[in-house]
């Protein structure tokens, strides 16, 4: 069966590398499909995604939305391939981490590294200046120096590795010892290089 998926975003470093990633990871044909800011609120991505949000990705005759949702959907495809865990506890720390890093952190953290960079209000970043470094600074102390999240690598790294690495670009984290050691692991896998993930990083 050929495997093909079309991904609409931004820019190889916004959240549509999650799902590039993945993609690469099961072996898929990545198709391209870039928009310029602006055209995700508009005609014709609006009729794509009518929350207006990137990426987007086309999979089996679907149109997805979501990051996340986009690699879990890629990774139930393949069970094969062990990107969500199979039996506790890794399926447990799994699913923590996909909320922790999906849900608590990477909406505030792309807010804060935005309005840093003049993109949105600069509002944004004062208003999680506070809570999210303490949150972010446990966030990394909870990776693995010699290993993965759970164990074997999973769509949990590729989550984890999003928010962390936008921590480090917006001085919120500094890429030394544990951090260092597990982001280092990730940026040798192909996927990554192949996705681009950690460019400017």
Not at 63 to 92: F, K, M, N, V, Y
Not at 115 to 123: I, S
Not at 140 to 158: C, L, M, Q, T
């Amino acid at each position: 069966m050929s495997r093909h998926i079309r991904i609409w975003s931004f820019a190889d470093v916004d959240r549509s590398g999650k799902v590039r990633w993945t993609a690469n990871e099961l072996g898929y044909e990545i198709e391209e499909a870039r928009i310029k800011p602006g055209e995700h609120t508009a005609e014709p991505y609006q009729a794509l995604n009518p929350y207006q949000q990137v990426p987007t990705a086309e999979l089996d005759g679907q149109t997805l939305i979501e990051s996340t949702a986009i690699c879990l959907a890629l990774a139930e495809r393949h069970p094969e391939a062990g990107l969500i865990p199979a039996g506790q506890p890794a399926r447990d720390r799994f699913w923590q981490t996909i909320s922790l890093a999906g849900t608590t952190l990477e909406t505030p953290v792309v807010l804060y590294y935005l309005a840093k960079l003049g993109f949105v209000e600069p509002a944004w970043a004062e208003l999680w200046a506070g809570p999210l470094q303490p949150r972010l600074t446990t966030f990394a102390a909870s990776v693995s120096r010699d290993g993965y999240i759970g164990g074997e690598f999973s769509i949990a790294d590729i989550c984890a590795a999003y928010v962390l690495r936008i921590g480090v670009q917006a001085d919120l984290l500094s890429l030394e010892g544990k951090l260092e050691a597990y982001l280092r692991r990730l940026m040798e896998r192909p996927a990554a290089q192949a996705a681009r993930f950690f460019e400017g990083l």
